[in-house]
């Protein structure tokens, strides 16, 4: 039906909520169409109907206007939908005015609430907004929204502007008059009575500016007891659990009484029927009876659960040891009257009223130890106990006390006591499902595995009992049969959607599994189940941590992502109220950070953990303070880290490692030594701790130019760990440095079959694979292979499409093979890879002079010179110089060259064989030198130079 004004309106409103709710649309400029399409339908309707009856078509069009910050077009409408309102023409086919009459005025109010909210949201007019609140009161007066709003609006009034008595006065008689409406809703009570305390700060704020204290006493007074009257009547009315009504000796009882993880206290008792007046006081019962406030104990209960609420402890058991010195009083009263008293009737009497007396201290001494075990602290758990115990002597036949005894002991860490009173209250009722739960996880802790049976027992009793399902997927988890219990917590998530520690039990029990990703899709949804706490989010950051661990080596963008998600995580632990103390937080936060080698961060994070009490000089601690300042440069600092804990432990593997190591960036040849008699140490204190001694100890001997050591220590670390494939890619860098070409084949060849006969490894290896691949492609070069090589350089690139190395190599191949371009195309992409590569720089340099690119060549030859200042570097470009007649640039390249190599610092930088090969080198450049002495505009005066270096370059 195109003329149906209702189908527009409707569709409108519908496209509106798309686009505000719908997080499937992906760009501002999708979400700005739907919005346009769903003014078009409001105008479409407000076209075919402009009457009172589509009133609401114009409301919605005024808050699509107020969404989308156009307020005056919101206005507008709003303006033109109030002189529709107002009109006294009714419809014709209106046929029940009444019903149409609530319906305009509704319509009226939802309107005047929006012009006060584009007030605000436009102008910061506050006035104006109380100005539209009060007509929409004018329209409704019962309206509780409206009276809450501008009860707002006042007390922003009053934070914004400073302070103003007025404007609180007039919030608290909102807030009241709302009370009065609804006297159920707990957020009225609850805001009233935050005015009540800042009507009390601004009275004693006077009183002490005008130093008069008349009646300020009695008057505070009177405010504190309204204040908690109104957080008492907010507990009430709030649907939580804290004021369940509890029913003695039942299995209710014990499902409210006291919930062990979230530690809240319950009333003992039932609710008062007291009301909360509008003047704060207690007014009378609601049966019309008087309630004696001062003698009930349903009172005192509700007086010391304010205070328990409010974190006044002490204050909460000085109410009740108050309430139970008078009971006490009473007792003793009637054992006096019945020590004078002969009358057997009256002794009977005073008998059973002695009795109702003692379950009342008893009852008391229940409700006490329960504020005590709130508190979390273990003096007052102990104390929890002492009470306990004394109302069970008193009655002994209430199952529900013995399992608050238990709980009490269970938080104390005294398994075997909190599992006989368990026992105990099996004993009276044996069908109590929350007490075979307790029961079962005790014995669990004890390591009796027959303690499940009790837990699968309480679910058959009561299948609802989520905790228990809880604890029974985390015995299967341990037991590693995750697949059961993960359906577990399915069936508890099922019974219980809300509940963020089910969503994180699951998520802990898959991530153990190794499933991360669904196991971060658990532990996030209950982080936003609950925002505050730490245990979840740890969980949250730990999932994080491990799939950025797993997933280095595969994809390392990914990795990175998560490794940031990971750290975000962390900080959000240390910001919250119960997890910024925890020194495995730090620890594991400074971990990552040194995974991605933010390392000065992580530096202060492992500082952080050792100035924990109790943890200072842990060893793990102490060594991973070392690494970092090593990885910083603070050698020195690093250095006495390490020695430290050599002082107590002097086989300390990972400590003589890292001293050995720090020692070798020493960059002198007493520090050499110094790594050289560690890494030693290491080997010989444990020679099957780990390969990374023996690899180690390679590469330095390697750098000292002791080929031969070298090669024995990877032989003894490859018979130690014949799986490890780095120690054979050592012992193939050895033989090939030694010209043992076809042994360095057979080891790298070895290598790569290491990691290739693994799929699951190799799918984690690949960066490793391609450079292994590189490397064997280098020896077919020493061998004359070229097409083998060429071979192994290409499968490197399919392997990791991000390796630079194979790159480089293939194009200097291409460029021997004079195939110019395409070493141009190969070397372009490996420096795109690595910008900082001086041989790719020189290779493509050669190709771009044989194209007769001299402009690019010498570019890509200052490039390589600024990378690597090398004396191979400098020879290059001024043989370039000399090719393009630049006699001047090429002597001062020259000059540089034979600079570097009569260096000291040089020579000893150099090996054996690299220096002899340099030999002739030498001599090659002290003829062009001498050329181009020659060729200079002052030629003369490079005579004696001239003829020298042609000497020399002849002898």
């Known amino acids: 039906d195109e003329s149906s004004h209702r189908a527009f309106m409707n569709r409108g409103h519908l496209l509106w909520i798309y686009a505000r709710q719908n997080h499937k649309i992906a760009t501002y400029q999708d979400r700005k169409k739907v919005i346009r399409l769903a003014i078009k339908d409001c105008t479409t309707s407000l076209k075919l109907n402009n009457t009172r009856e589509n009133g609401a078509a114009l409301y919605n069009r005024a808050c699509i206007y107020f969404s989308i910050k156009r307020y005056d077009k919101a206005t507008k409408d709003c303006d033109r939908l109030l002189k529709l309102l107002t009109k006294d023409d009714v419809p014709q086919d209106q046929n029940n ?243 004078d008293d002969d009358d057997n009737d009256n002794n009977q009497t005073k008998t059973a009223e002695r009795r109702v007396l003692i379950l009342k201290l008893a009852e008391a001494n229940v409700f006490k130890g329960k504020i005590l075990m709130t508190s979390g602290r273990k003096h007052d758990c102990q104390q929890a106990i002492t009470c306990l115990e004394m109302a069970l002597k008193a009655d002994a036949s209430k199952p529900g006390w013995f399992y608050q005894l238990g709980l009490c002991c269970v938080q104390l860490g005294d398994d075997n006591l909190a599992l006989e009173a368990f026992n105990c209250a099996l004993a009276i009722s044996p069908d109590l499902p929350r007490v075979l739960h307790q029961k079962g996880s005790c014995k669990l802790r004890m390591g009796d595995q027959r303690g499940i049976h009790d837990i699968n027992k309480a679910l058959e009793l009561n299948p609802k009992l989520w905790r228990a399902g809880l604890s029974r997927a985390c015995f299967l988890a341990l037991k590693k049969r995750y697949a059961q219990a993960i359906m577990t917590c399915n069936q508890v998530i099922v019974t219980q959607p ?105 530096l202060e994070n492992f500082i952080t953990v050792r100035e924990t009490p109790g943890i200072g000089e842990d060893v793990n601690v102490v060594v991973a303070i070392g690494r970092c300042l090593h990885l910083i440069g603070r050698l020195q600092d690093a250095t006495r880290h390490f020695s430290q804990v050599l002082r107590h432990s002097p086989n300390n593997f990972d400590a003589l490692i890292g001293r050995a190591n720090t020692y070798a960036d020493y960059g002198h040849e007493e520090a050499q030594l110094a790594a050289r008699n560690d890494y030693q140490h290491a080997i010989l204190a444990n020679p099957t701790a780990s390969s990374t001694a023996y690899l180690n100890l390679t590469f330095l001997l390697q750098s000292m130019g002791d080929f031969q050591a070298a090669f024995d220590i990877i032989s003894t670390g490859i018979s130690m760990f014949p799986h490890e494939a780095q120690l054979h890619e050592a012992q193939a860098i050895i033989n090939l440095q030694m010209s043992f070409f076809k042994p360095a084949l057979l080891d790298i060849n070895q290598a790569i079959d290491i990691l290739t006969i693994n799929k699951s490894i190799a799918a984690r290896s690949r960066e490793q694979i391609a450079t292994y691949l590189s490397n064997r492609g280098v020896i077919f070069l020493y061998l004359q292979k070229e097409a083998l090589a060429m071979k192994d350089f290409r499968e490197a690139m399919k392997t990791d499409p991000q390796n630079a190395l194979s790159r480089c190599n293939a194009g200097g191949v291409l460029l021997r093979q004079r195939q110019i371009r395409q070493a141009v195309i190969v070397l372009s992409e490996a420096l795109e890879l690595v910008k900082d590569d001086e041989r790719a720089y020189t290779n493509r340099a050669i190709a771009y002079s044989f194209q007769g690119e001299t402009e690019l060549a010498l570019k890509d030859l200052c490039a390589a010179v600024a990378i690597a200042p090398t004396p191979p570097q400098y020879r290059n470009r001024g043989v370039f110089y000399m090719k393009q007649k630049n006699w001047n640039a090429a002597l001062a390249d020259f000059e540089m060259y034979m600079k570097l190599v009569s260096s000291s610092d040089y020579a000893k930088r150099n090996d054996t064989v690299t220096f002899k090969a340099s030999a002739s080198d030498v001599a090659e450049v002290k003829e062009m030198r001498g050329w181009c002495r020659s060729r200079v505009e002052n030629a003369e005066m490079y005579q004696t130079e001239i003829i020298t270096d042609l000497v020399e370059a002849s002898m």
């Open 498 to 602: 809300s509940s963020a520690r089910a969503w994180m039990t699951r998520g802990c029990i898959k991530l153990q599994s190794g499933n991360e990703e669904h196991a971060i899709n658990d532990l996030e949804h209950a982080s936003k189940l609950a925002q505050g706490s730490a245990l979840v989010w740890y969980n949250l950051a730990v999932a994080f941590h491990t799939a950025h661990t797993r997933r280095v080596l595969d994809d390392r963008d990914a990795s990175l992502d998560y490794g940031h998600k990971a750290l975000h995580a962390y900080n959000e632990v240390l910001s919250l109220e119960d997890g910024g103390d925890n020194p495995a937080v730090y620890f594991n936060k400074a971990l990552l950070l040194f995974d991605l080698q933010k390392y000065e961060e992580a």
């Open 97 to 339: 005015d009444e019903a149409f009459d609530d319906n305009r005025i509704d319509l009226s109010i939802l309107t005047y609430h929006k012009l006060a909210a584009i007030a605000i949201a436009e102008k910061k007019n506050y006035v104006s907004a109380i100005k539209f609140y009060t007509k929409a009161l004018t329209g409704n007066p019962t309206s509780v929204l409206t009276l809450e709003l501008r009860a707002r609006v006042f007390e922003w009034i009053h934070e914004l502007f400073g302070p103003s008595p007025q404007s609180l006065s007039k919030a608290l008689r909102d807030y009241t008059a709302a009370i009065h409406i609804d006297p159920t809703n707990a957020n009225l009570y609850l805001a009233r009575g935050k005015v009540l305390l800042e009507i009390r700060k601004l009275k004693k704020k006077k009183n002490c500016e005008d130093d008069t204290d008349t009646d300020t006493i009695a008057d505070d007074n009177n405010t504190i007891e309204m204040v908690s009257n109104h957080i008492q009547a907010y507990a009430l009315f709030a649907d939580t659990q804290t004021l369940s009504e509890l029913k003695d000796g039942t299995d209710e009882d014990l499902e409210v009484a006291f919930d062990s993880d979230k530690q809240e206290i319950s009333l003992h008792g039932t609710k008062s029927n007291t009301s909360v007046s509008l003047d704060g006081t207690k007014s009378n019962t609601l049966d019309g009876k008087k309630n004696n406030t001062s003698d009930s104990k349903e009172n005192v209960f509700n007086a010391s659960l304010v205070q328990a609420y409010l974190k006044n402890f002490e204050k909460a058991v000085e109410i009740i040891d108050t309430y139970m010195e008078r009971v006490q009083t009473e007792v003793y009263y009637l054992d006096d009257e019945n020590e």
